[in-house]
Nanobody
Framework: QVHLVESGGGLVQPGGSLRLSCVAS????????MGWHRQAPGKERELVAR???????NYADSVKGRFTISRDTAKNTVYLQMNSLKPEDTAVYYC???????????WGKGTLVTVSS
């Protein structure tokens, strides 16, 4: 079993920054990819950013240039640096881990990010 624990969410003013962290523990072995998804009220969960085992990254168009995903493989940790935050970034952010190309997939419980003045 794999456990993911997110941290770093909170309330921030528009234009501000937050850094999310996600630590993976358990029967991990090798990791195919880790990433962040988010779900805003009344909307479907969407991919925010993902980083592969080879270090390749991809981002949702809405966050390109503002968010940066990174990882510490030794610590099985992935980070999401969020800058220039907008009210529309308000959502619950979920950490995601895929162990291989075919899965399985694991999810954290989520951390709430609220962007408001």
């Amino acid at each position: 079993q794999v456990h993911l624990v997110e941290s770093g969410g909170g309330l921030v003013q528009p234009g501000g920054s937050l850094r999310l962290s996600c630590v993976a523990s358990g029967s991990i072995g090798s990791i195919y990819a880790m990433g962040w998804h988010r779900q805003a009220p009344g909307k479907e969960r969407e991919l925010v950013a993902r980083i592969s085992s080879g270090g390749n990254t991809n981002y949702a168009d809405s966050v390109k240039g503002r968010f940066t995903i990174s990882r510490d493989t030794a610590k099985n940790t992935v980070y999401l640096q969020m800058n220039s935050l907008k009210p529309e970034d308000t959502a619950v952010y979920y950490c995601h881990l895929r162990l291989s190309l075919w899965g399985p997939d694991y999810w954290g419980k989520g951390t709430l990010v609220t962007v408001s003045s």
